[in-house]
């Protein structure tokens, strides 16, 4: 393995195991796993635009794959921030 920016062979410094086997993997024949991690990605894409028209910046969109084949979209806010999205929200909410 190429040695990686951080000196163990990984790029990032996360990595994985030097034993580790792709093919020990659970993987299921038939299940599209990249297409559902794919329609996340652009549904987080969309809510990334979405928070940045509406000024709300300090979110963490995060696509997290399933082993059954889905994925999700994972939104992560501090304190402050989910307070403002809920102001805005509850707006929204009484003008419609």
């Known amino acids: 393995m190429d040695e990686g920016a951080d000196g163990t062979g990984h790029l ?3 990595g994985v195991a030097e034993d ?3 093919g020990s993997s659970l993987w299921v024949a038939g299940v599209d796993y990249l297409g559902a991690w794919r329609a996340a990605a652009a549904a987080a894409d969309e809510l990334n635009v979405v928070l940045a028209e509406l000024g709300i910046n300090g979110a963490r969109v995060v696509v997290v794959s399933g082993a059954d084949g889905c994925a999700t979209v994972d939104v992560r806010l501090p304190v402050a921030v989910a307070r403002m999205v809920a102001s805005r929200l509850r ?3 009484r003008a419609a």
Do not use: E, K, Y
Request: glycine share 12%; proline share 11%; hydrophobic share 20%.
């Open 12 to 14: 990032d410094g996360c």
């Open 91 to 93: 707006r929204v909410s």
């Open 20 to 22: 580790w086997d792709p």
